[in-house]
Protein backbone atom coordinates (compact mmCIF):
# COMPACT_ATOMS: atom_id res chain seq x y z
CA UNK A 1 0.00 0.00 0.00
CA UNK A 2 1.56 3.93 -1.22
CA UNK A 3 0.02 6.47 1.33
CA UNK A 4 1.25 10.15 0.47
CA UNK A 5 0.91 13.10 3.08
CA UNK A 6 0.51 16.78 1.41
CA UNK A 7 2.59 18.69 3.78
CA UNK A 8 -0.40 21.72 3.35
CA UNK A 9 0.38 21.15 0.18
CA UNK A 10 -1.53 19.27 -3.11
CA UNK A 11 -1.41 16.20 -3.64
CA UNK A 12 0.35 15.55 -6.96
CA UNK A 13 0.03 11.42 -7.64
CA UNK A 14 -3.73 11.59 -7.38
CA UNK A 15 -6.86 13.77 -6.46
CA UNK A 16 -8.68 11.40 -4.74
CA UNK A 17 -9.38 11.94 -0.89
CA UNK A 18 -9.91 8.51 0.48
CA UNK A 19 -8.55 5.38 -1.68
CA UNK A 20 -4.96 4.13 -2.21
CA UNK A 21 -2.75 2.58 -4.92
CA UNK A 22 -2.25 -1.42 -4.65
CA UNK A 23 0.82 -2.53 -6.54
CA UNK A 24 -0.65 -5.13 -8.94
CA UNK A 25 0.57 -9.21 -8.04
CA UNK A 26 1.89 -7.77 -4.54
CA UNK A 27 0.28 -10.24 -1.78
CA UNK A 28 -1.37 -8.75 1.12
CA UNK A 29 -4.68 -7.81 2.60
CA UNK A 30 -6.12 -6.70 -1.18
CA UNK A 31 -6.49 -8.57 -3.93
CA UNK A 32 -3.60 -6.82 -6.33
CA UNK A 33 -5.60 -6.19 -9.29
CA UNK A 34 -3.30 -3.22 -9.53
CA UNK A 35 -6.74 -0.62 -9.45
CA UNK A 36 -7.80 1.81 -7.21
CA UNK A 37 -9.20 0.37 -4.14
CA UNK A 38 -11.69 1.57 -1.73
CA UNK A 39 -10.25 1.95 2.33
CA UNK A 40 -11.87 -0.30 5.06
CA UNK A 41 -13.85 1.38 7.74
CA UNK A 42 -11.33 2.18 10.00
CA UNK A 43 -11.09 4.80 12.90
CA UNK A 44 -9.79 8.13 11.22
CA UNK A 45 -6.84 8.04 13.60
CA UNK A 46 -5.15 5.72 16.66
CA UNK A 47 -6.96 8.28 19.01
CA UNK A 48 -10.21 7.32 17.59
CA UNK A 49 -10.66 11.17 17.72
CA UNK A 50 -12.51 13.33 15.09
CA UNK A 51 -11.60 16.56 16.08
CA UNK A 52 -7.89 15.30 15.01
CA UNK A 53 -6.70 14.76 11.41
CA UNK A 54 -6.82 12.18 9.60
CA UNK A 55 -4.14 9.85 9.41
CA UNK A 56 -4.32 7.80 6.62
CA UNK A 57 -5.27 7.53 3.18
CA UNK A 58 -4.04 10.50 0.77
CA UNK A 59 -3.53 13.88 1.45
CA UNK A 60 -3.89 14.08 5.10
CA UNK A 61 -1.47 16.66 7.41
CA UNK A 62 1.55 15.58 9.33
CA UNK A 63 4.11 18.06 11.23
CA UNK A 64 7.28 19.14 10.03
CA UNK A 65 10.33 17.59 11.51
CA UNK A 66 10.01 18.42 15.20
CA UNK A 67 13.27 17.60 15.82
CA UNK A 68 15.14 19.12 12.45
CA UNK A 69 15.08 22.28 10.38
CA UNK A 70 11.45 22.60 9.95
CA UNK A 71 11.86 19.90 6.53
CA UNK A 72 8.87 18.01 5.17
CA UNK A 73 8.89 14.42 5.84
CA UNK A 74 11.07 12.15 3.87
CA UNK A 75 9.06 8.70 4.32
CA UNK A 76 6.90 6.61 5.60
CA UNK A 77 7.67 3.36 7.09
CA UNK A 78 4.89 0.88 7.38
CA UNK A 79 3.32 -2.69 6.33
CA UNK A 80 0.23 -4.05 4.26
CA UNK A 81 -2.15 -3.71 6.42
CA UNK A 82 -0.92 -1.12 8.50
CA UNK A 83 -3.09 2.27 8.41
CA UNK A 84 -0.57 4.38 10.32
CA UNK A 85 2.80 3.84 9.77
CA UNK A 86 5.59 5.81 11.15
CA UNK A 87 6.86 8.91 9.47
CA UNK A 88 10.63 9.45 8.79
CA UNK A 89 12.55 12.74 8.58
CA UNK A 90 15.44 13.82 7.00
CA UNK A 91 16.87 14.26 10.86
CA UNK A 92 16.98 10.80 11.26
CA UNK A 93 13.66 11.62 13.64
CA UNK A 94 10.34 9.93 13.60
CA UNK A 95 6.64 10.75 13.87
CA UNK A 96 4.55 7.69 15.15
CA UNK A 97 0.97 7.59 13.61
CA UNK A 98 -0.02 5.55 15.25
CA UNK A 99 0.55 6.12 19.60
CA UNK A 100 -2.82 7.44 20.24
CA UNK A 101 -1.57 10.31 22.25
CA UNK A 102 -2.00 14.16 20.64
CA UNK A 103 0.98 15.96 19.98
CA UNK A 104 0.87 20.25 19.13
CA UNK A 105 2.65 21.61 16.64
CA UNK A 106 2.32 25.69 16.48
CA UNK A 107 -1.78 26.01 16.26
CA UNK A 108 -2.25 22.63 14.89
CA UNK A 109 -2.23 18.98 16.96
CA UNK A 110 -2.09 16.02 15.52
CA UNK A 111 -2.48 12.38 16.61
CA UNK A 112 0.47 10.63 17.55
CA UNK A 113 4.22 11.04 19.21
CA UNK A 114 7.26 12.38 18.03
CA UNK A 115 10.63 10.50 18.72
CA UNK A 116 14.38 10.43 17.95
CA UNK A 117 16.47 7.47 16.10
CA UNK A 118 18.71 5.69 17.87
CA UNK A 119 21.40 7.50 15.48
CA UNK A 120 20.59 10.87 17.09
CA UNK A 121 20.98 9.14 20.82
CA UNK A 122 23.89 7.70 19.56
CA UNK A 123 25.30 10.74 18.14
CA UNK A 124 24.19 12.59 21.57
CA UNK A 125 26.47 9.97 23.63
CA UNK A 126 29.41 10.50 21.01
CA UNK A 127 29.89 14.28 21.65
CA UNK A 128 29.94 13.68 25.01
CA UNK A 129 32.03 10.37 24.88
CA UNK A 130 33.64 8.53 22.25
CA UNK A 131 36.42 6.02 21.51
CA UNK A 132 38.45 5.84 18.49
CA UNK A 133 41.15 3.37 17.14
CA UNK A 134 44.87 3.89 16.72
CA UNK A 135 47.87 1.49 15.78
CA UNK A 136 51.43 1.67 16.56
CA UNK A 137 54.43 -0.68 15.18
CA UNK A 138 55.01 -1.99 11.39
CA UNK A 139 53.48 -4.96 11.85
CA UNK A 140 51.87 -6.90 13.67
CA UNK A 141 50.63 -3.61 14.95
CA UNK A 142 49.52 -2.98 18.91
CA UNK A 143 46.19 -1.04 19.07
CA UNK A 144 44.91 1.23 20.90
CA UNK A 145 41.41 2.70 21.78
CA UNK A 146 41.85 6.38 22.60
CA UNK A 147 38.95 7.99 24.67
CA UNK A 148 37.87 11.65 23.76
CA UNK A 149 35.80 13.24 25.97
CA UNK A 150 33.67 16.40 24.92
CA UNK A 151 34.12 16.66 21.59
CA UNK A 152 30.88 17.91 20.86
CA UNK A 153 29.60 19.62 23.80
CA UNK A 154 28.55 23.06 23.16
CA UNK A 155 30.43 26.43 25.13
CA UNK A 156 26.63 27.03 26.05
CA UNK A 157 26.76 23.95 28.87
CA UNK A 158 29.97 24.91 30.07
CA UNK A 159 27.98 26.91 32.71
CA UNK A 160 28.30 26.79 36.31
CA UNK A 161 26.48 24.38 38.13
CA UNK A 162 25.96 22.36 35.09
CA UNK A 163 26.43 18.27 35.18
CA UNK A 164 27.13 16.41 31.97
CA UNK A 165 27.29 12.53 32.54
CA UNK A 166 27.15 9.43 30.79
CA UNK A 167 27.07 6.18 32.03
CA UNK A 168 27.02 2.37 31.23
CA UNK A 169 29.47 2.50 28.27
CA UNK A 170 30.86 -0.49 26.95
CA UNK A 171 34.58 -0.76 27.30
CA UNK A 172 34.76 -4.57 26.05
CA UNK A 173 32.71 -7.25 26.07
CA UNK A 174 33.67 -10.69 26.70
CA UNK A 175 31.81 -13.72 24.24
CA UNK A 176 32.65 -16.64 25.95
CA UNK A 177 31.81 -15.03 29.46
CA UNK A 178 28.79 -13.10 28.49
CA UNK A 179 29.97 -10.31 30.41
CA UNK A 180 30.89 -6.82 29.34
CA UNK A 181 33.15 -4.40 30.87
CA UNK A 182 31.35 -0.42 31.83
CA UNK A 183 32.63 2.98 32.20
CA UNK A 184 31.34 6.44 32.55
CA UNK A 185 32.38 9.93 32.20
CA UNK A 186 30.96 12.77 33.88
CA UNK A 187 32.04 16.74 33.68
CA UNK A 188 30.73 18.72 36.55
CA UNK A 189 31.45 22.95 36.04
CA UNK A 190 31.76 25.75 38.85
CA UNK A 191 32.72 29.08 38.71
CA UNK A 192 34.28 30.52 41.21
CA UNK A 193 35.66 34.41 40.82
CA UNK A 194 36.36 35.20 37.71
CA UNK A 195 37.25 31.61 36.13
CA UNK A 196 35.34 28.46 35.59
CA UNK A 197 36.57 25.00 36.39
CA UNK A 198 35.57 21.80 34.94
CA UNK A 199 35.82 18.87 36.92
CA UNK A 200 36.01 15.38 34.76
CA UNK A 201 35.39 12.34 36.75
CA UNK A 202 35.92 8.74 35.29
CA UNK A 203 34.47 5.81 36.38
CA UNK A 204 34.46 1.82 35.57
CA UNK A 205 36.66 0.29 33.11
CA UNK A 206 37.65 2.61 30.74
CA UNK A 207 38.81 1.08 27.49
CA UNK A 208 42.80 1.03 27.78
CA UNK A 209 44.31 3.96 25.50
CA UNK A 210 44.57 7.73 26.42
CA UNK A 211 42.27 9.85 27.89
CA UNK A 212 42.05 13.25 25.51
CA UNK A 213 40.09 16.13 26.77
CA UNK A 214 38.37 18.30 23.71
CA UNK A 215 35.88 20.27 24.66
CA UNK A 216 35.16 23.02 21.84
CA UNK A 217 35.26 26.09 24.18
CA UNK A 218 39.09 25.40 25.00
CA UNK A 219 39.42 27.37 21.32
CA UNK A 220 38.01 30.92 22.78
CA UNK A 221 38.97 30.68 26.29
CA UNK A 222 42.39 29.99 27.74
CA UNK A 223 43.00 27.61 29.84
CA UNK A 224 44.87 28.45 33.34
CA UNK A 225 45.86 25.37 34.98
CA UNK A 226 45.48 21.05 34.92
CA UNK A 227 45.58 18.91 37.53
CA UNK A 228 45.46 15.12 36.85
CA UNK A 229 46.46 15.99 33.41
CA UNK A 230 48.03 18.54 30.77
CA UNK A 231 46.99 20.54 28.03
CA UNK A 232 48.83 21.00 24.43
CA UNK A 233 47.79 24.39 23.55
CA UNK A 234 48.39 23.51 19.37
CA UNK A 235 45.74 20.71 19.99
CA UNK A 236 43.78 21.88 22.16
CA UNK A 237 43.85 18.85 24.23
CA UNK A 238 44.22 17.82 28.11
CA UNK A 239 45.74 14.50 28.22
CA UNK A 240 44.67 13.11 31.34
CA UNK A 241 47.32 11.17 33.36
CA UNK A 242 47.39 7.50 33.13
CA UNK A 243 45.42 6.27 35.87
CA UNK A 244 43.37 9.63 36.88
CA UNK A 245 40.12 9.54 37.67
CA UNK A 246 39.66 12.88 38.18
CA UNK A 247 40.62 15.73 35.98
CA UNK A 248 40.65 18.95 36.89
CA UNK A 249 40.35 22.11 34.71
CA UNK A 250 40.37 25.66 35.30
CA UNK A 251 39.45 27.83 32.12
CA UNK A 252 39.34 31.61 31.56
CA UNK A 253 36.00 33.30 30.97
CA UNK A 254 35.69 34.43 27.95
CA UNK A 255 35.98 38.31 27.53
Known amino acids: MIQWTCNSQTNQE ?11 GLAGGGDGTGSFQGLPNVAPNSCHST ?13 SDPNGQGFANETAMGWDGNFWPVIGYLSGSFFARGVPTTYTAGSTSYCGAPGRSRGQQLGLLQSIAATGLTASG ?7 Q ?12 IAAGQTIGVSNLTAAYNFAAGARSTYGVSLAVTKPASTRVVTVTLSGTLPGGPV ?37 ITITLAS
Open 14 to 24: STASTRVWQIS
Open 51 to 63: TLPKCYGTNFPVP
Open 212 to 248: LIQLPVFLSTGVNSVTGGTYNSSTHTVTANSGATTIT
Open 138 to 144: TGPFTYS
Open 146 to 157: PLYIGRGIPNTW
